[in-house]
């Protein structure tokens, strides 16, 4: 456990990290590459939240825009319109859960939290992907995913190369994270982006060495749920990855980790629970 504990302010809710959280995924997408985090009806969406909240979840991540490896691309206005109708549906029939609006799209993070009432963002690109995303984070100054990826969602698996891929990964986020601090923007999480421009290989290296990571003084997210670092070791379906997914959320929460962003989210406050038990021993 660290020393401190350390907060989000999501809304005018204080999350405490001193124990590690847990996020939800909610795809408002037709494609993910796990088809158990994708709903689209109105009743689905309500009984996919329900579940999550009820199983534990701190947070529940709507996402519109697939990014898996080669997905189609979506318009602004399709993600728009899936993320904005879920966001809607959640902050009505549970209002008490934190809600994060997974976009790279400026224009739909401002309209997420300004209008519907998104608690935070979640932006696999960093700001490389809408050079007006920074801007809006130090202007609404709402909890924010910095999170790693070399390239795009389509071309990230087209030989990704690092010399080496933790002390690249901090070289390439440091300057981001001088920049939000400078302008006093207060929660910022740290994501190195697990299967993002990384081969299975540099995965493996980035949960091994997570803890590095601390040297950013930011929570620290992990997502690798049902992921193909997963799957594709184990000559699986992400269907079928559920079990390594709970070995490696274990071993990212002894190295360190503050947030798992999950697909099965009773099955991460277990691993919590029992890693927080560990750790008192």
């Not at 990290?17 to 847990?22: D, G, I, M």
């Not at 494609?31 to 329900?50: H, Q, T």
Request: hydrophobic share 40%; net charge negative; charged share 25%.
């Amino acid at each position: 456990m660290k020393d401190k504990p350390r907060y989000i302010n999501a809304g005018g809710r204080l999350l405490d990290l001193s124990s590690p959280r847990v996020m939800g995924i909610l795809n408002v997408t037709p494609d993910s590459f796990y088809s158990g985090s994708r709903v689209m009806a109105e009743n689905e969406i309500v009984k996919k939240a329900f579940q999550m909240s009820e199983e534990g979840a701190d947070i529940i991540d709507v996402g519109g825009y697939s990014s898996r490896p080669y997905a189609d691309q979506v318009t602004a206005e399709e993600e728009k319109r899936r993320v904005l109708k879920a966001i809607k549906i959640i902050k009505r029939e549970l209002p008490g859960i934190i809600i994060s609006v997974d976009t790279f799209r400026s224009e739909i993070a401002r309209e997420a939290v300004s209008v519907c009432g998104a608690d935070m963002i979640n932006d696999i690109s960093a700001g490389n992907m809408d050079e007006e995303m920074f801007n809006l984070i130090e202007e609404l100054n709402v909890p924010y995913v910095l999170m790693h990826m070399q390239g795009t969602p389509v071309t990230m698996q087209e030989n990704p190369f690092y010399e080496d891929v933790v002390a690249d990964i901090l070289k390439q986020m440091s300057h981001k994270i001088v920049r939000l601090k400078s302008a006093g923007v207060k929660d910022v999480i740290f994501d190195p982006g697990f299967g993002f421009g990384k081969t299975i290989k540099h995965n493996f290296e980035l949960l091994r060495r997570l803890n590095e990571f601390e040297i950013t003084d930011l929570p620290l997210m992990v997502g690798v749920s049902r992921k193909s670092m997963i799957w594709k070791t184990l000559s699986i379906t992400p269907g079928e990855a559920l079990n390594g997914t709970v070995v490696l959320n274990t071993v990212a929460l002894l190295n360190g980790a503050d947030i798992l962003r999950v697909h099965d989210v009773k099955e991460a406050v277990e691993a919590v629970k029992l890693v927080n038990e560990l750790k008192k021993s």
